[in-house]
C-alpha cells in the first residue's frame, strides 16, 4: 500500500507519543482517497499515525472517501490547517510525502 501524506504536519515530540499510544491500540485507520492516477491513496487525516504505523511495522485500515468536490471539513477527522475542496488536496497528492508499506 502507498500512502500521500498531503499535510505538512510533523512534530517528533507528538510521532512519540502516537507511537506510544498505538503499541497498545494497533494499526489506525485512516480517511484517505484512492487516487487511481497516482496508484495510491492521499491521506485526508493521520499524517503522524501513518509515519507511527510504519515505524512499527502496521499497515493502517483505510476508511476510504470518495475523490469529490465537498469540502475536506465535511469529514469530522480532517487535520488541515485550511478548508479545501477534496478534489484540490488530492489532485497534488503525488507531490508530497509518499510511505510505501
Not at 14 to 29: R, Y
Not at 56 to 81: K, R
Amino acid at each position: 500500500m502507498t500512502i500521500a501524506l498531503v499535510h505538512d504536519s510533523y512534530d517528533q515530540k507528538h510521532l512519540d507519543e502516537v507511537k506510544a499510544e498505538m503499541v497498545n491500540l494497533g494499526a489506525p485507520v485512516i480517511k484517505a482517497v484512492w487516487m487511481e492516477c497516482f496508484d495510491m491513496y492521499a491521506a485526508l487525516e493521520g499524517c503522524h499515525r501513518i509515519r507511527a504505523a510504519k515505524e512499527l511495522g502496521l499497515e493502517p485500515i483505510i476508511d476510504e472517501v470518495a475523490y469529490s468536490d465537498n469540502m475536506a471539513s465535511t469529514i469530522s477527522s480532517y487535520d488541515g490547517d485550511e478548508d479545501y475542496p477534496i478534489s484540490e488536496i488530492c489532485d497534488y497528492a503525488n507531490r508530497s510525502t509518499i510511505i510505501v508499506f
